[in-house]
């Protein structure tokens, strides 16, 4: 299955493991374009009441990719990175990934 045709976070993207309930990753990911692939269930929803929340914007909802080459991968089983994860300009999510697991902020 094509990752934009999944409609749920239950299902995952190919090949990625799960790190928490919205959030996966997978090592040379996105067809080999990131050595390191994190994957975000993406709500635009979630983002309601902050102060960037544009009620105009695109309303996609489904799983995102991203490649962490701005972060130091600290290790990779389990899987660790620094600094913090932040996705800024889509829902907002924002933790951290360390032992394996995500840790929300």
Same mark, same amino acid.
């Given at each position: =299955? +094509? %990752?934009? *045709? !999944?409609?749920?976070?239950?299902?995952?993207? #190919? /090949?990625?493991?799960?790190?928490?309930?919205?959030?996966?990753? #997978?090592?040379?990911?996105?067809? /080999?374009?990131?050595?390191?692939?994190?994957?975000?269930?993406? *709500?635009?929803?979630? %983002?309601?009441?902050?102060?960037?929340?544009? #009620?105009?914007?695109?309303? +996609? !909802?489904?799983?995102?990719? &991203?490649? &962490?080459?701005?972060? *130091?991968? !600290?290790?990779?089983?389990?899987?660790?990175? #620094?600094?913090?994860?932040?996705?800024? *300009?889509?829902?907002? =999510?924002?933790?951290? !990934?360390?032992?394996?697991?995500?840790?929300?902020?």
């Amino acid at each position: =299955m +094509y %990752w934009a *045709d !999944i409609t749920t976070p239950e299902t995952l993207p #190919e /090949g990625t493991t799960r790190l928490g309930p919205l959030v996966a990753w #997978e090592k040379d990911g996105f067809d /080999g374009n990131y050595p390191i692939c994190v994957w975000h269930w993406c *709500d635009h929803h979630l %983002w309601a009441g902050r102060d960037h929340y544009d #009620e105009h914007r695109d309303e +996609y !909802i489904g799983w995102t990719p &991203a490649g &962490a080459g701005a972060h *130091d991968v !600290i290790s990779l089983d389990p899987l660790h990175l #620094e600094p913090s994860v932040y996705w800024p *300009d889509c829902c907002g =999510m924002h933790g951290f !990934i360390r032992d394996g697991q995500w840790v929300g902020v």
